[in-house]
């Protein structure tokens, strides 16, 4: 089945420090792949997303590009702020044809950045 | 901008006891979800809705069954709580399927629910 591998946390960064968030991913076909992210007591935010291999996604700074030679899609900002302190979570499309929705989400990376 | 709003915030339950976790959402999406988050685990898909009246199993349904009975509306019930059912329930709508049309999935702020 599919499943989403992301590097444990937590991730402490100083301000402006760049970072990377690995995601690996294993699923049939060709799925979108999805970065969420969660602020303390909230519920998810779509961060960004890719469709097909080779597309990149960006939103806020942030990049990741679904490469599917590596099974991965990592998440990257070239200098972060204290203000992206989070959970941040890689997601997989579930649909492989058989009817199931919904998506397939890794465990999160909690990201801490000191100023 | 209500988006996707869930009740109750908190709850506390004692095993074997019921209730009902109510998901209302204000932007006519077709699609409707229960996730739960539990530290370490990530999220999983609980069932989902792909519209009024149809519900569909997703990778943990045991012990949890949904309605779907108004567009708007999806509940999600415990008939008999257990300790594993502690943990945090999301809720989410989608426009369009979110695993296939890559429709970016709304979520809730969450139920915190435990079960003593």
């Known amino acids: 089945g599919n499943s989403v591998t992301q590097m444990e946390g937590p991730v402490t960064l100083s301000e402006e420090a760049f970072l990377t968030i690995n995601c690996t991913y294993t699923?049939?076909?060709?799925?979108?792949l999805f970065w969420y992210v969660q602020y303390p007591g909230e519920g998810l935010q779509l961060l960004l997303k890719?469709?097909?291999?080779?597309d990149k996604g960006s939103n806020k700074g942030f990049e990741a590009t679904y490469r599917k030679e590596t099974t991965s899609f990592h998440l990257e900002k070239g200098s972060v702020q204290v203000s992206d302190s989070a959970v941040y979570f890689c997601?997989?499309?579930?649909?492989?044809?058989?009817?199931?929705?919904?998506?397939?989400f890794g465990k999160g990376t909690h990201l801490i950045i000191q100023p | 901008n209500a988006g996707v709003t869930q009740t109750p915030k908190f709850r506390v339950l004692k095993t074997g006891q019921s209730m009902t976790l109510l998901c209302a959402q204000d932007?006519?999406?077709?699609?409707m979800y229960w996730y739960r988050q539990d530290p370490g685990m990530g999220l999983r898909l609980i069932h989902y809705?792909?519209?009024?009246?149809?519900?569909a199993k997703g990778e943990v349904p045991d012990g949890y069954n949904v309605s779907r009975l108004k567009k708007q509306n999806f509940l999600l019930g415990l008939e008999s709580a257990a300790p594993s059912q502690t943990s945090v329930y999301f809720c989410?709508?989608?426009?369009?399927?979110?695993?296939?049309?890559?429709?970016?999935?709304?979520f809730g702020n969450g139920t915190r629910l435990t079960v003593t």
């Open positions: 989410a709508s989608s426009y369009r399927l979110t695993g296939v049309d890559n429709s970016p999935l709304h």
């Open positions: 699923a049939t076909g060709y799925p979108s």
């Open positions: 890719a469709t097909k291999a080779d």
């Open positions: 997601a997989l499309g579930r649909y492989s044809g058989g009817g199931a929705d919904g998506l397939t």
């Open positions: 932007m006519n999406h077709e699609y």
């Open positions: 809705s792909v519209g009024e009246g149809t519900t």
